[in-house]
């Protein structure tokens, strides 16, 4: 297949695509999102285990998930891996760049993902004279603080099961927001990312989902959790719940 063929093929527009509400075109006007879809670079998708980029690696885009999710995670000094953080469709990664313009951590695909790839450079140009996209990219910006301080939050919670709880109510938050279902969503992640992330060993993780689905707070099967008692999973993590059970 030639090389004009293969960008073809990969090509999605801004105009037509599904998380469009999500991403930085949410609130522009359509010759404005023509503006920004003539910079955004779209290749084949990453395969599960590929990394988008590397701890170290120079800052010249930040990246857009279209499809897929990603893991983040950074290597200590003796070789063992940190997980930073798990990423969704519609949103952005590698902002955390920005500052030292080099990325201070690996991402990888944990499933096939399609990632729209868009040059920092002229996304600044761009923001420069166009209002909306340069505050939808401060509102890009915030929510990464915001979820900076979640995890914080998250991972100061004493209890393992107050950890995990709030984990599952994280995630069906985000899947929420993106028009998913927040009720019943699919893991892609394994249980040791998770314990990685969360700071338990994998034994306890997989005791908790046990202990979570036999309490009738949720139902797993496989990587496929079916939230069955939203008030209940919320009070455990210590957050509100801000979707309707059952929701798809």
Do not use: W
Not at 92 to 109: E, M, Q, R, T, W
Not at 155 to 165: G, I, P, S, T, V
Not at 190 to 208: C, F, H, K, M, Q
């Amino acid at each position: 297949m030639l090389k004009q063929d293969l960008s073809k093929k990969y090509e999605v527009k801004c105009q037509s695509c599904s998380i469009s509400r999500l991403c930085l075109p949410v609130m522009l006007a359509e010759t404005d999102i023509e503006h920004l879809d003539a910079i955004v670079q779209r290749s084949r998708p990453l395969r599960k285990s590929e990394l988008l980029f590397s701890d170290g690696e120079k800052f010249e885009n930040v990246y857009a998930i279209r499809s897929g999710s990603l893991k983040s995670y950074t290597i200590s000094e003796d070789g063992i891996e940190q997980i930073t953080g798990f990423h969704l469709p519609g949103e952005i990664v590698g902002l955390d760049a920005i500052n030292s313009g080099s990325h201070p951590s690996f991402a990888k695909a944990l499933e096939t993902s399609a990632i729209c790839a868009i040059p920092f450079d002229k996304l600044e140009e761009l923001a420069r004279s166009m209002p909306g996209l340069q505050q939808q990219l401060f509102k890009v910006m915030s929510q990464e603080i915001r979820e900076d301080q979640e995890l914080m939050m998250l991972l100061n919670k004493k209890a393992a099961d107050e950890r995990l709880a709030a984990f599952i109510i994280n995630l069906s938050q985000r899947f929420g927001r993106r028009g998913l279902s927040s009720s019943q969503f699919r893991l892609t992640m394994t249980r040791s990312d998770i314990g990685n992330y969360l700071g338990l060993a994998v034994e306890t993780v997989s005791r908790l989902f046990t202990k979570f689905q036999q309490n009738e707070l949720i139902d797993v099967n496989d990587k496929e959790v079916s939230i069955s008692d939203a008030e209940a999973l919320s009070s455990l993590a210590g957050t509100r719940c801000h979707f309707v059970q059952g929701e798809k």
